[in-house]
């Protein structure tokens, strides 16, 4: 997405700023930012990813930076339903219809983490834990924490 300069005699011309998103020609290298470079590379472990906002969040973060390495998302089982039940569940939103059309590989980056923020370590199991920590060789960073 790119935001482009408008001017007119009244006002000065705007920045331009380049979000990575905009046009280019196929098999060109995607655009970058000091965003998408910084999360380039790394794992990241999102609390709260199931919810409105967080849905957003996750959507944004495949999509603008799909160099991440491996995105973990705290889900917690509900009525019934696993953590990866929940996650086909959320797949089904039209929040990541762009990401099914246009990016679809980086949908797999998604790691669903079986937890609950109410309880203590989030009431994440170890051998989870392990995974998200880095402890399980083929991790190669640990995560990010974002909540």
């Known amino acids: 997405m790119s935001i482009g300069i408008r001017s007119s005699p009244e006002r000065p011309p705007r920045a331009h700023m380049d979000l990575g998103q905009g046009d280019r020609p196929e098999g060109a290298e995607p655009a970058t930012t000091p965003v998408i ?5 790394k794992s990241i472990f999102i609390t709260g990813g199931t919810g409105f ?3 957003v969040l996750v ?4 999509y603008a930076c799909e160099r991440i390495e491996n995105l973990y998302l705290l889900i917690r089982p509900k009525k019934g339903k696993t953590a990866g039940d929940r996650l086909a569940e959320l797949m089904t939103s ?3 219809q ?4 246009e990016k679809p590989r980086v949908l797999e980056k998604i790691v669903p983490i079986r937890g609950d923020v109410r309880e203590d370590c989030l009431g ?3 051998e989870e834990q392990d995974v998200i920590c880095g ?3 083929g991790l190669r960073r640990k995560p990010i924490l974002v909540s």
Do not use: M, Q, W
């Not at 470079?37 to 590379?41: K, P």
């Open 124 to 126: 994440i199991a170890p």
């Open 37 to 41: 470079d910084f999360y380039a590379g």
């Open 135 to 137: 402890n399980v060789s």
């Open 59 to 62: 959507e944004k973060l495949l």
């Open 53 to 55: 906002l967080g849905l």
């Open 94 to 96: 039209s929040a990541f």
């Open 98 to 101: 762009r990401l099914k059309t």
